[in-house]
């Protein structure tokens, strides 16, 4: 099992910035990715980004490129999400999760999954 733990959410004004932690553990080095989603009421969860448990590679949704940075830190089994430039429509419940498997893309297949933290962007 792996348990993932997100931190870092919050009311921030629109133009504003985040960054989102993931603290994994457990049996951390069964997992090939960790990803973030995000889910608002009434939507289906939509993928973000995701990153190889190297970290040597990365993965974003094409609408998340360019205000969205996901990173790791090894040391501490840690995964992070940068959020610049927040938007109102980014308000969501934002979800790390983790694949122990391989699979045919980088948005499919996970396994394990955080609790989720709230992000609030005001306009």
């Known amino acids: 099992q792996v348990q993932l733990v997100e931190s870092g959410g919050g009311l921030v004004q629109a133009g504003g910035s985040l960054r989102l932690s993931c603290a994994a553990s457990?049996?951390?080095?069964?997992?090939?990715?960790m990803g973030w989603f995000r889910q608002t009421p009434g939507k289906e969860r939509e993928f973000v980004a995701a990153?190889?448990?190297?970290?040597?590679?990365?993965y974003y949704e094409d609408s998340m490129k360019g205000r969205f940075t996901i990173s790791r830190d090894n040391a501490k089994n840690t995964v992070y999400l940068q959020i610049n430039n927040l938007k109102p429509e980014d308000t969501a419940v934002y979800y790390c999760?983790?694949?122990?498997?391989?699979?045919?893309?980088?948005?499919?297949?996970?396994?394990?999954w955080g609790q989720g933290t709230q992000v609030t962007v005001s306009s």
């Open positions: 999760a983790a694949r122990s498997r391989r699979a045919a893309a980088w948005n499919v297949d996970y396994d394990y």
């Open positions: 990153i190889s448990w190297s970290g040597l590679s990365t």
């Open positions: 457990g049996r951390t080095f069964s997992v090939f990715v």
